[in-house]
């Protein structure tokens, strides 16, 4: 998204809407030019990924997320340069990578971290210095200027997700971004976080509690790249979960975004999304925007699963989520960004 957080009034956020410029609302909290905003619930939200230079229609170039087991800097390095020789070999200006580490988990005095899927506990600390290695990789090998946001991932599986793990993710992406300031890589790479919130791992009053958490200190969104288990058409969701506490963690909660998976061949995930867009419509008078699709076919590759049913490719999980959307006028909107998951180490 490229533009820190702020709190405004909803009458300025529309006026700001409404003329539309692009100059700050008069308390934005950072000095640098901001985009316009519109208000939901009274709090500002971010207008969405950077303007594609793509036609409607037209699929983005797809970067590459990685699952990652390890955070040793020369290995994110490498992983970076590689989406730098991929974007800048495409027609793209910009794209968003996951950088996944795992579920959250408390070390002891060291603090929060993630699991590295379950090869050893990393601090907040030590994955922020192997996401900027990322991004120090990304900028050294682009041929241009491409632009791309890394999101730095967890997930609201196990007992460590909590409103203090959402505090500690989000000071992480700040001082990660602040990182990029300092050394004059604004415009090339940006941080965001990131939340694997599926519905099956977790009810919504824990993983509701890990977004306000991270809402509290937030300067820069996160995105919810995770699922909507037996949502509608299929149901009223899993478990205790409701649409609205799925609106409200991909897309209610102030610094949310979707960046939905869209796994499965038959177009029923890309449905429950497109659904979802359009019940914010009808309930809050507001759809749902949604930053792009996800897609996992290069990890099913990889694993012994075949992920039967599971494996979309990136093109078909983007058609299918923008096709549903832009039939409907209520829902219809660009769709910037298309990634598909890898196990990067």
């Given at each position: ?277 359009l019940y914010a419509f009808l309930r ?16 099913c590759r990889q694993s012994s699963d ?21 039939r409907d006028r209520r829902t219809a ?13």
């Amino acid at each position: 998204m490229g533009w820190p957080l702020s709190h405004t009034s909803a009458s300025n956020g529309r006026d700001a809407v409404a003329t539309g410029t692009r100059k700050a609302a008069s308390n934005q909290r950072r000095p640098r030019t901001a985009p316009t905003k519109r208000t939901l619930g009274g709090l500002t939200k971010q207008p969405g990924p950077p303007a594609s230079i793509l036609g409607p229609g037209v699929l983005p170039h797809t970067a590459v997320s990685q699952y990652l087991k390890t955070t040793r800097s020369s290995h994110l390095g490498r992983l970076g340069c590689g989406e730098a020789r991929r974007l800048s070999a495409s027609n793209g200006n910009s794209a968003i990578a996951v950088l996944a580490f795992g579920r959250p988990i408390k070390g002891g005095s060291w603090g929060w971290g993630a699991s590295l899927f379950g090869h050893g506990y990393r601090s907040t600390d030590e994955i922020r210095v192997a996401a900027e290695a990322y991004a120090e990789g990304f900028v050294g090998c682009s041929r241009h200027e491409p632009r791309l946001t890394i999101a730095i991932g967890t997930s609201n599986y196990g007992r460590g997700v909590s409103y203090r793990h959402g505090m500690a993710w989000a000071l992480m992406v700040n001082a990660a971004n602040g990182w990029v300031v300092e050394n004059g890589l604004v415009g090339r790479v940006e941080f965001a976080g990131a939340n694997d919130i599926e519905l099956s791992w977790n009810g919504p009053a824990v993983s509701k509690s890990w977004v306000r958490g991270y809402d509290s200190v937030a300067e820069w969104l996160y995105y919810d790249y995770g699922d909507a288990a037996g949502c509608p058409p299929r149901g009223d969701c899993v478990g205790a979960w409701r649409p609205e506490d799925v609106w409200y963690v991909s897309w209610g909660a102030r610094s949310a975004w979707p960046l939905p998976q869209i796994y499965t061949s038959d177009g029923s995930m890309a449905r429950q999304w497109y659904r979802l867009s359009l019940y914010a419509f009808l309930r809050h008078g507001w759809r749902m925007t949604i930053a792009g699709a996800l897609s996992q076919r290069i990890a099913c590759r990889q694993s012994s699963d075949p992920c039967r049913g599971m494996n979309n490719s990136p093109a078909k999980a983007w058609g299918q989520l923008n096709r549903l959307l832009n039939r409907d006028r209520r829902t219809a909107q660009r769709l910037p960004w298309s990634t598909d998951f890898s196990w990067g180490a």
